[in-house]
């Protein structure tokens, strides 16, 4: 399933290629991005609408051994397959970001708000993220 899954690495059946896949995942994210509010997950988005005042790019991490054990707890997988899991996912995503966008996938300077979840409880990274995001917003634009 292109958009679903942990991995989805599979080319949509709409798209001859990957790379006419990444060029119409493209299209598709910045018209969506002038739609208005709007939460996009991945696909390079933060690359894309980098440029986009409005965008406000997060990256949510935490340590592998809390990632594996979400997966398991998640997916129902035992200790080995979650740990296949996680590291073919950061494989692919950092190659897909690598080859397609020519950036590195852990790069804090993509990103607006990096939060590390193993060390921020899920309800305060909830209301950090909110309580950025409302300040990017009304922020004045910067000089790049």
Do not use: C
């Amino acid at each position: 399933m292109p958009f679903g899954g942990i991995l989805s690495p599979a080319i949509p059946p709409f798209a001859a290629t990957m790379d006419d896949y990444v060029h119409m995942v493209g299209m598709v994210i910045r018209d969506l991005a002038k739609s208005g509010d709007l939460l996009i997950v991945g696909r390079g988005s933060q690359v894309l609408l980098r440029h986009l005042r409005q965008a406000f790019h997060l990256q949510v991490v935490a340590p592998f051994e809390q990632r594996v054990e979400t997966i398991m707890e998640r997916e129902g997988l035992e200790p080995r397959q979650a740990i296949t899991r996680v590291k073919a996912s950061d494989q692919t995503r950092r190659e897909y970001l690598r080859r397609y966008h020519g950036v590195e996938w852990l790069d804090p300077t993509l990103y607006d708000l990096v939060i590390n979840t193993g060390k921020i409880p899920l309800p305060l990274a909830v209301e950090v993220v909110v309580a950025a995001q409302g300040e990017a917003k009304t922020a004045p634009p910067t000089e790049q």
